[in-house]
């Protein structure tokens, strides 16, 4: 947190409570038990075999970020966890039992924000609100979540009025909404200017301080997953055919607390590691 | 921020450009212009007529055709007709839009519901309204039913084709997220598919509007007593011509009027979603 950016990046103050005084959900623990996915033989295409043989326990609460090459099958996995897909084998569980269809315990955040153009903010937030929530409390959810990501004052406003980093703000805020046990984050950030970027990343931390949950997100940054993770899965692209080894190449521990310094010593070795996973070397021991 | 600046630029890009184009014209100016050829017309109209360039018997001149108004609406005809068509435009235009909204939603929605349906519509959609007329007649009598029935088919077709073609195209990616949070079925028609297809929905309705407005004109001049394709029918009878004349010129009018209605409609839902 040494970044000049961070004043103004952060509009509110980290609330004490849960933000949104939702149910007070608890963050979940998450265990895939051999998750694999293969996509059929299409059209004048092969079976693909996108992901293999992937086991991971996830503590509640803990933060993982997921990083590999494109095509990997990062956002694969994520979706597996989601419901919104269902793998070929294995199984994933959320608190000990099974993902099956869109789960209510879990909330994605895509790549884009994929907002509602017809919507204003916060009705568009308001969508992420669980069933049956009542309108005056879901209200004042939305509207306390807005303020969270700093969007208080375009709350009104539609998605194509506002800036890409202010629309991908609105789609953490009602992944949020849904006061989820497991937040999915599937390369959130991705899209955004290397600021803006910056400034999500402490926004995500102070909400995750906010409301705690499990997090699992899909990144392909060295940096951002050093900075923001508990521990990181690197994944390997599967060859053609089946693949004898499974999908997850390595699983990394991130020493330190967070807020970590962006510019730590004491990562740098490790960085230079994931990076040469990632086939980019680093040349830094020359 | 830079973030925040965006704010304060809430137009597209194409916003600007347009949107001054459109002002120095005015409001008024608009009008005046899409006004010249109908009064131009109109004068034509009435200066071959004054100066007896075409007899009478063939083309009446304007002030016959009004005096053949106020005659009609001075034995209470005219308003009779009126009524009656309009009632059955939007009566025949209401049904066949919703049925139209609910099978493009079936067509555009459902891998079997096209497979289905959509070969033996389009083999519907190509017989042409007069066709239908004697069947209609045969199984629904001379009522208001057989008239509202055919000008519900000639609704269906434009709002049908529009729906199913536009929800086969809404992204898949704001579908995808709908369902991420929990919406299935009628909901996620409700509040992702209809709401994305909904400047197309317009669209279709207009041209519906516009059928429907053909269709009657089929329905009443075959079998009816009442309306302005009866008007037409009866005055060709008749050999009034003023009151041949009379009824195209308030169908035209008529047409454009409700046209324009849910053209006003369409612009200030284009305003939001685009």
Known sequence: MVLPTEQTALPSPVPTTSPGGGRGTSALPVRLDGVARAFPAGRGSTPRTVLAGVDLEVAPGEIVAVLGPSGCGKSTLLRQVSGLDAPTAGRVTVDGTPVAGADPRTAVAFQEPRLLPWRTLTQNVALGLPAGTPRPAGRERVARLLDLVGLSGAAELRPRQVSGGMAQRASLARALARDPGVLLL???????????????????????????????????????????????????????GAAPAGSVARVVEVPGARPRDRAARDLAELRAELLDGLGVPTHHDR | MSDRAAVTAPSGPAGPATAAGRARLGRAGRVALGLLVPVALLGAWWG??????????????????????????????????????????????????AAGLAVGALVGLSRLGDLLLAPTLG???????????????????????????????????????????????????????????????????????????????????????????????AAELIASSMGLGFLLTDSQQNGRVDRILLAIVLLALLGKVTDALIGLAERRLLRRWA
């Not at chain 1, 705690?212 to 390997?236: F, I, N, S």
């Not at chain 2, 005659?71 to 066949?96: M, N």
């Not at chain 2, 992702?192 to 509007?209: E, I, M, W």
């Open chain 1, 186 to 240: 599937d390369e959130p950030f991705g899209a955004l200017d290397a600021l803006t970027r910056l400034r999500m990343q402490d926004l995500l931390l102070d909400v995750h301080a906010a409301q705690p949950a499990t997090v699992l997100l899909v990144t392909h940054d060295v940096e951002e997953a050093l900075y923001l993770a508990d521990r990181v899965v690197l994944l390997r692209t599967l060859g053609q």
């Open chain 2, 48 to 97: 071959t007529t004054a100066a007896g360039l075409v007899p009478p018997y063939q083309l009446p001149g304007p002030v016959a055709v009004w005096d053949a108004a106020v005659d009609l609406v001075e034995r209470g005809q005219l308003w009779h007709h009126v009524a009656i068509s309009t009632q059955r435009v939007l009566v025949g235009f209401a049904v066949g839009a």
């Open chain 2, 123 to 217: 083999a519907i959609r190509a017989v042409p309204s007069l066709a239908w007329v004697p069947l209609l007649i045969l199984w629904l009598k001379i009522g208001e039913e057989s008239k509202i029935t055919l000008i519900a088919i000639g609704a269906f077709f434009p709002v049908y084709t529009t729906v199913a073609a536009a929800l086969r195209h809404v992204d898949p990616h704001l579908v995808e997220a709908g369902r991420a949070f929990g919406l299935r079925g009628l909901r996620l028609l409700s509040v992702v598919q209809l709401p994305a297809v909904l400047p197309s929905l317009v669209a279709g309705l207009r041209l519906a509007l516009a059928q429907a407005w053909l269709f009657l004109v």
